[in-house]
């Protein structure tokens, strides 16, 4: 297991694995923090979304293609399973990420939190433990009518800039979503505030994680 302060003191090339249950949860839940790393180190992105329509996985694509834009090399893999069913189709969806392992062998790994109210969040998290069980793996959070945010143990600070980038990326790739009320930059800018306080951070924004084991 590759210890935390390796993975963000260093100036190798890191390679990231993301795993998202739908189209914009992994831009929501760590997007942020990706596009910090990637203006600090060389990244080898892998990216996986489970559940999408053909009009959200073009969507998807546009935003992988900005969030990843200066990553070294990036791979983006988006399945079509039903979105609000994923644990009806359970072994397609384990073994879609058991097929990652012979092709990524990552140093950090970004999931859904593991005790997320939405089905098909909390079943994303479950296979990625349950397949990547010797690697770093941070859980993000996305914030959502079933509430539950929880008490993130691990925080990546992040300057207004990267939050002006994220927030500014996400409105851009994703108009199918731009007519739900919590798809705003109000709401994503809320939660990075609140985290933002809650670590001290230097420009008041972060990005937060649950992070159940860690070698230091």
Known sequence: MIGLPVVLGSKKALRVLCIGAHCDDIEIGCGATLLRLTGERPLDVTWLILCSTT?????????????????????????????????????QAKECIESLKASADPDLIFTHELHD?????????????????????LEYEIPKYDGFLGQPNLYVSVSQAVAERKTRHLLNS???????????????????????????????????????????
């Open 55 to 91: 009009q959200r996985a073009a969507e998807a694509r546009l935003s992988a293609a900005a969030f990843l834009k200066k990553a070294r090399t990036r791979t983006v893999n988006i399945e079509a399973f039903r979105d609000g069913y994923l644990p009806a189709q359970w072994a």
């Open 117 to 137: 109210r939405h089905q098909d969040h909390r079943l994303a998290s479950e296979l990625t433990w349950n397949t990547f069980r010797d690697h770093v793996i």
């Open 174 to 216: 994703y108009s199918t979503q731009r007519a739900k009320r919590w798809f705003s930059r109000e709401t994503f800018f809320a939660l990075m505030r609140l985290r933002g306080v809650e670590c001290n951070a230097p420009d008041g924004l972060a990005e937060a994680f649950h992070a159940r084991k860690l070698v230091v």
